[in-house]
């Protein structure tokens, strides 16, 4: 299979975008820490290259309008959601403490499952139709 035009300018976004990470990873610590990294090469060519790949795959989404718009009507259906979940598990009396939580799309879908002492609440909620359902995890 040959490479198109479109993939060869990719890869060469994501040459520009992995050097610049390279270039500045060693002054930087990793999240979460205070102290900066010691890489091996190979490690930190391997860094820079999943780095770049985020970067690019977000340049694009960027660039497209219709993708934009998805972005957003999934961002604000999430908030949507977490926001129905609070609702209803105020209204059956339902607290959270800290027992933890998942979140995250499924689809056309965005669920939510808590855990609280009563057991796994859940919550989703559709990004079109802004359905929303809640229940109890067995």
């Known amino acids: 299979m040959q490479t198109t035009v479109k ?60 993708k934009v718009r998805e972005l957003k009507e999934r961002e604000e259906n999430a908030t949507e959601a977490w926001a129905a979940h609070e609702e209803e598990a105020d209204r059956r009396g339902v607290e959270f403490y800290n027992f933890g939580w998942a979140a995250g799309d499924e689809g056309d879908w965005f669920g939510i499952m808590s855990k609280t002492s009563r057991g796994k609440f859940w919550t989703s909620r559709h990004v079109k139709t802004g359905e929303v359902r809640h229940g109890w995890h067995d």
């Not at 990873?25 to 290259?49: I, K, M």
């Open 7 to 66: 993939q060869q300018h990719m890869l060469s976004r994501v040459y520009e975008l992995a050097r610049k990470e390279i270039e500045t990873a060693s002054e930087q610590p990793l999240l979460g820490s205070d102290t900066v990294p010691q890489w091996e090469d190979a490690n930190l060519v391997a860094h820079a290259v999943h780095v770049a790949v985020m970067e690019m795959q977000e340049e694009l989404i960027l660039s497209d309008p219709n």
